[in-house]
């Protein structure tokens, strides 16, 4: 595969097929979250943008940082250098978050949760029973 620039539309060649592919919905965005969640540092765009490598275009960066900004998942570091960004949570409290928006889609909530429950491994269905367990 062979990665070009067109216009303001990253796309990725197939060498197989000669076919042009465009990113998956929202990998830019778990890209840059998953170099923000690598360190314990607020990140420019452009320590994201040589995180990431590539030829990923600086304001591009910037503006999927502004679209997550956008949608609270990163702050705007007011301590430390101007420009910088990290995470709002972790890439632990995200997941939950997401989890709970897609049970919260589904035509019932505890249906799904029962499919999600059924399966789980015996060492995941143990960690589970453990934490019920734990709960006040």
Do not use: C
């Not at 042009?20 to 969640?37: H, N, Y």
């Not at 910037?62 to 570091?77: E, P, Q, S």
């Not at 997941?95 to 789980?120: C, H, I, K, N």
């Amino acid at each position: 595969m062979t990665r070009k620039t067109t216009g303001r539309t990253r796309k990725t060649t197939d060498k197989r097929t000669g076919r042009d592919r465009r990113r998956a919905s929202g990998a830019l965005e778990s890209e840059i979250m998953a170099a923000l969640w690598a360190t314990e540092q607020p990140l420019t765009p452009a320590e994201i943008q040589a995180a990431i490598g590539g030829d990923l275009a600086y304001n591009t960066v910037h503006t999927i940082l502004k679209r997550l900004w956008d949608k609270g998942l990163v702050v705007r570091d007011a301590q430390g250098r101007r420009g910088a960004y990290r995470p709002a949570g972790t890439a632990v409290d995200r997941t939950a978050g997401l989890m709970r928006d897609l049970m919260a889609q589904g035509p019932s909530r505890l249906e799904v949760l029962q499919r999600f429950v059924s399966g789980l491994d015996a060492e995941e269905e143990q960690a589970l029973r453990a934490m019920l367990d734990e709960r006040p």
